[in-house]
Nanobody, 122 residues
Framework: QVPLMESGGGLVQAGGSLRLSCSAS?????????IGWFRQALGKEREFVAA?????EYADTVEGRFAVSRDNAKNMVYLQMNSLKPEDTAVYYC?????????????????WGQGTQVTVSS
C-alpha cells in the first residue's frame, strides 16, 4: 500500500498559477513509482493530466502550461500549473504505479490520493 496525499489546491483567477504536491503519508519512498496526475471535473470522467517516470508526459490540453517534477530527497512530486483556465477546474488526484503499462490510463494505477480541489474563476 502507498497512501498518497495531495495538497496545494484552491481557488485562483484565470491566468494564475498553483502548485500541487503529492507525497506518501507514511513516508514511503515514491522514487521507484510512476506518478500520474489525473483530474475529474463535475459530471465528467477522470482524465489524464501528466505523469513522471524517468521522463514526463502531458495531456494535450495542458502541454506547455503544466509541469510535473519530483524531488526524491523530499519524497515529493509536484504539478506546477500555470496560465490556468476555467476549464482546468476539477478535483486533481495523484496516483502511483509500477513502471509498467500505460501511463495515461487510470486503470494501470494501483494507489490513489483523496484528491484536491482546484477552482479557476473567470
Amino acid at each position: 500500500q502507498v497512501p498518497l496525499m495531495e495538497s496545494g489546491g484552491g481557488l485562483v483567477q484565470a491566468g494564475g498559477s498553483l502548485r500541487l504536491s503529492c507525497s506518501a503519508s507514511d513516508g514511503q519512498s515514491l522514487s521507484t513509482y510512476t506518478i500520474g496526475w489525473f483530474r475529474q471535473a463535475l459530471g465528467k470522467e477522470r482524465e489524464f493530466v501528466a505523469a513522471i517516470v524517468r521522463g514526463t508526459e502531458y495531456a494535450d490540453t495542458v502541454e506547455g502550461r503544466f509541469a510535473v517534477s519530483r524531488d526524491n530527497a523530499k519524497n515529493m512530486v509536484y504539478l506546477q500549473m500555470n496560465s490556468l483556465k476555467p476549464e482546468d477546474t476539477a478535483v486533481y488526484y495523484c496516483a502511483a504505479k509500477q513502471p509498467l503499462g500505460s501511463t495515461r490510463q487510470s486503470v494501470w494505477y494501483d494507489y490513489w490520493g483523496q484528491g484536491t480541489q482546484v477552482t479557476v474563476s473567470s
